[in-house]
């Protein structure tokens, strides 16, 4: 019977799905174990709540960064497309009831719906104007959403400046919106958690129920194909760049109603990262044409339960390390791939004197991250387990070579 359910968990997930999974699973019990505080076993409810939230709230916008992956593309530009979502909303809230808001009195149902259908707006007319930027004047994906990943948070800033001393009469580098049925929207668990689940389901069918979908998937495949086969490419980018706008534009409305300000020179920062780790953690291959919402889903989960069992083990400080955390990840997920690729070929890692350099790269690397978060002893241990492991991959090689 155990083996007949672990087969069918791997029918409905994948294999990568189920391994993925199961390294979730892995974590848990690791930060279970390691945190000195037992913070999942004295509170598992607080704990989980907070982990779901914060997995759909950032697999919201990793949604729309999974459809620009398999079709092909990339956006760097989701984190400064947060910010100027959410400052394009709360722009919009404070120019529409600005008595209400700085007053902190309620400012209605019918300006909140308005500030949301404006930024939604905003998001599809960003996407749109990557997928003319890319199939029109010709940029690769990677300088079409660069240029916006720079240009929008400065424009988000101008736009706070300038809105504030229209509005306001003093010019403001954030606008605070204080709104509690607004700020409801973030602060609730169950508004987030629906919205992603909806996107997610919405996704799900887009890509592997409809032919739009299985168009996607081919366009990142093989464009060249896609386009003799009669298939409107251009069409499938603009559909897939707005989507990754319009998604992070939920995720901006979101931030600014948990944060409570709209602070365009930080919120957000870095989030495309974290978008491109789950979708790549979750099976995305970052050549296009492969992929899976439920990957997606599982990718945002590992990260977040990765990044919040670091924080339960170190305690103080943990922030600093998320970004060498997801780093890692990515990097990680994106090896793995590469290797089952190259399974048949028998690559080698370590073969020559750039492997060498290599081997003591990495082990000084596994050292210093020893030390950071668990002290000098560890790091030595840490370090050496790394330098002996690689070392034998590299005889193993060297030998298989012969």
Known sequence: MPQQGTKRTAAILGRGEAGLAIAIMVVVGLTIALDPLRSYVVDPSTNAVEIVRQTAMLGIFALGTTVVIISGGIDLSVGSMIAFSGTICASLLLWLAPDELQNDEPVGIAVIAAAIAGTL???????????????????????????????????????VEGVTTAVIGGTKAQIEIRDEQF???????????????????????????????????????????????????????????????????????????????????????????????????????????????????????????????????????????????????????????????????????FSGALGTVTIANLALLAAALGALLAGRNTATVVGVAVLLTCSAIALVERKRGN
């Open 121 to 159: 707006l905003a998001g599809f007319l960003v996407g749109s104007l990557h997928a003319w930027l890319i199939t029109v004047i010709g940029l690769p994906p990677f300088i079409a959403t660069l240029a916006t990943l720079v240009g929008l948070r400065s424009l988000s800033r101008a736009l």
């Open 183 to 349: 700020r409801y929207l973030a602060t609730s668990v169950w508004i987030p958690v629906v919205v992603f689940l909806a996107l997610a389901v919405f996704t799900w069918l887009l890509m592997s129920r409809t032919v739009v979908g299985r168009h996607l998937y081919a366009l990142g495949g093989n464009e060249a194909a896609t386009r003799l086969s009669g298939i409107r490419a251009d069409g499938l980018k603009w559909l897939a760049y707005a989507l990754g706008s319009m998604f992070a534009s939920i995720a901006g409305i979101l931030y600014v109603g948990e944060l409570s300000v709209a602070a365009p020179q930080t919120l957000g920062r870095g989030y495309e990262l974290n978008a491109i780790a789950a979708a790549v953690v979750g099976g995305c291959s970052l050549q296009g044409g492969a992929g899976t919402v439920p990957g997606t889903i599982l990718g945002c989960l590992f990260l977040r339960v990765v990044i919040d069992g670091i924080a339960k083990i170190i305690k103080t400080g943990a922030d600093v390390y998320e970004g060498l955390i997801v780093g890692v990840v990515v990097v990680l997920a994106v090896a793995v791939g590469q290797v089952r690729q190259s399974r048949g070929r028998r690559a080698k890692f």
